[in-house]
């Protein structure tokens, strides 16, 4: 089994959450894993949403092979969370942004891949 977290930042939009969990509807990530991430995310504070407006890209559907025990997702990270995108200066506050991603991608790296079934395993997509 393997897992690949594959991490960008996007462009900051009035309607974009703070965080958007891409596993391509399902095919390139276990619900489980992308429920881990979710989980962790907002427990931090962190708005989530999942596959809008990103699903994942060029990496998730490359190596992303759930039936097979690959688990690929993708984390866009809203940029005007940390940056002061005209300026291009990180914000006072990024420490704080920074520690809240730690907290969360430390519980996600702790995974019980038990949990995240066999390769025969099927799951519904997302």
């Known amino acids: 089994m393997a ?4 991490c960008h930042s996007m462009p900051s ?14 095919a390139s ?6 429920n881990l991430a979710e989980t962790s995310l907002r427990d931090v504070g962190f708005s989530v949403a999942r596959n ?3 699903a994942g890209g060029y990496t998730t559907l490359l190596h992303g092979q759930r039936d097979s025990a690959v688990h690929a997702l993708q984390i866009e990270l809203n940029r005007s969370l940390y940056l002061d995108e005209e300026r291009i200066e990180l914000k006072a506050d990024f420490g704080a942004i920074q520690s809240r991603l730690t907290e969360a ?6 995974v019980d891949i038990a949990a995240l079934g066999s390769a025969q395993q099927t799951l519904a997509a997302e």
């Open 29 to 34: 990530a276990c619900a489980s894993l992308t």
């Open 3 to 6: 897992i690949l977290i594959d």
């Open 13 to 26: 939009a009035v309607s974009v959450p703070d965080v958007v969990l891409g596993n391509r509807f399902g």
């Open 105 to 110: 991608l430390a519980r996600l790296v702790k």
């Open 52 to 54: 809008a407006p990103y």
